[in-house]
């Protein structure tokens, strides 16, 4: 099983920056995939970036690809988001998940544990 704490989030103004992190613990920190998702309001959840832990490779949602970077830091069994050039349309709960699963997936459904998110809150 893995545990995953999210932390980081806020109130930023249009044009500022957050960095998320995710904790992990419970599980060899370098064996699965974490990724980052949103839910806003009234909205369904949506896919925004995930790692592979095992080898570093990163994918992004096409809404975060030069703004947002995932990254790693193995010592502390962390995965952080970095969010630049943040937008209103970015308010949203953040979620780290876990996925166990022996390929990439962007799909919500398919990752096996949920951290209890961080909300993140854009002003115009």
């Known amino acids: 099983q893995v545990q995953l704490v999210e932390s980081g989030g806020g109130l930023v103004q249009a044009g500022g920056s957050l960095r998320l992190s995710c904790t992990t613990s419970?599980?060899?920190?370098?064996?699965?995939?974490v990724g980052w998702f949103r839910q806003a309001p009234g909205k369904e959840r949506e896919f925004v970036s995930l790692?592979?832990?095992?080898?570093?490779?990163?994918y992004y949602a096409d809404s975060g690809k030069g703004r947002f970077t995932i990254s790693r830091d193995n010592a502390k069994n962390t995965v952080y988001l970095q969010m630049n050039s943040l937008k209103p349309e970015n308010t949203a709960i953040y979620y780290c998940?876990?996925?166990?699963?022996?390929?990439?997936?962007?799909?919500?459904?398919?990752?096996?544990?949920w951290g209890q998110g961080t909300q993140v809150t854009v002003s115009s």
């Open positions: 419970g599980h060899t920190f370098n064996t699965y995939t």
């Open positions: 998940a876990a996925s166990m699963k022996p390929y990439r997936t962007l799909v919500s459904s398919r990752y096996d544990y």
């Open positions: 790692i592979e832990l095992s080898n570093g490779s990163t």
